[in-house]
């Protein structure tokens, strides 16, 4: 019987995770919707790697969650992780239902997902900041996993999952930007390589932000796109706008995008 299980254990995010506690030789368990390996009846740790696409409305699908055993799972005190991006209020709403919530949202890149996950720089993690939270934390799951740079960072809910938008939105901006000033060099004749390898010299933008996002034609294609930007930015983009707070920002990084990958 398997202490641990994956949702999402063939996707990217969950993947990585069940590969290392296999390789660990946790007996961990994994559902998906191709294929279910292990027993899953008395887990004691559940993690959720499920996929939350941005529909076209800009609402936020998290349709995959209801088909896990919430029920049993409050009244077993199973302990739940999610390491979906989720709009902030998400983990908390689902806590209120007597479970133990963790976040811990995941900041790999698909195309270096293992590297990504085995060199963590340091664990951003929601939860209730009990000290049996913390403690369950610290003494069950931290030892299980890749050695991080620095200690994990505990906080709310809704502080982790805001970082991870935080993340993600910046790294959008910066594609938007970066195309900005490529179209500004284009437009006065200044030397765009120069105009970017300045940036990092200055030092106000580093080294890992300009290789990361201003690649200009990255994939023979302007502006931003993958599985997470898109549907981070549009998600955020709608959640700001139900709260009754203004997305100038956002508006302007979608209409761009639109713009740069042909589609405005
Ligand atoms: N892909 C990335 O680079 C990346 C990086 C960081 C965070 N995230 C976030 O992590 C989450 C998962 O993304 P992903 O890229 O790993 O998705 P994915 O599409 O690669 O994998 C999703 C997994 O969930 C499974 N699944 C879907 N519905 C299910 C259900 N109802 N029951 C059981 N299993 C189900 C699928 O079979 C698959 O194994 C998303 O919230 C995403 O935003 C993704």
């Given at each position: 019987m398997s202490e641990i299980v994956v949702y999402g254990h063939t996707g990217v995010v969950g993947g990585q995770l069940y590969k290392w506690l296999q390789e660990r030789g946790v007996d961990v368990a994994g559902v998906s919707l191709d294929r279910t390996d292990g027993d899953i009846e008395g887990v004691r740790w559940a993690f959720l790697c499920l996929p939350t696409p941005t529909r076209d409305s800009g609402a936020q699908d998290i349709g995959a969650f209801w088909t896990v055993r919430w029920q049993e799972w409050a009244q077993r005190s199973v302990r739940i992780v999610i390491r979906s991006t989720v709009l902030p209020g998400t983990c908390g709403f689902i806590a209120s239902h007597n479970l133990t919530v963790y976040h811990w949202p995941e900041?790999?890149?698909?195309?270096?997902?293992?590297?990504?996950?085995?060199?963590?720089?340091?664990?951003?993690?929601?939860?209730d900041m009990t000290e049996s939270s913390m403690a369950a934390w610290r003494g069950e799951i931290e030892p299980l996993l890749p050695v991080a740079v620095e200690a994990t960072r505990f906080m709310d809910t809704a502080t982790s999952e805001t970082i991870k938008y935080a993340h993600n939105v910046h790294g959008a901006m910066q594609i938007i930007y970066a195309n900005q000033m490529y179209d500004v060099c284009k437009a006065s004749g200044a030397d765009w390589p120069a105009v970017s390898d300045a940036m990092p010299q200055l030092g106000y933008v580093s080294y890992r932000q300009r290789g990361a996002y201003w690649d200009i034609f990255k994939d023979a294609q302007r502006g931003y796109a993958g599985a997470c930007f898109p549907k981070d930015v549009g998600a955020l983009r709608a959640w700001l706008q139900c709260q009754g707070k203004p997305s100038e920002l956002l508006d302007g990084m979608e209409a761009a995008n639109a713009r740069l990958r042909g589609r405005a």
């Open positions: 900041f790999l890149s698909a195309r270096t997902a293992w590297q990504d996950f085995i060199t963590p720089r340091t664990r951003f993690v929601g939860c």
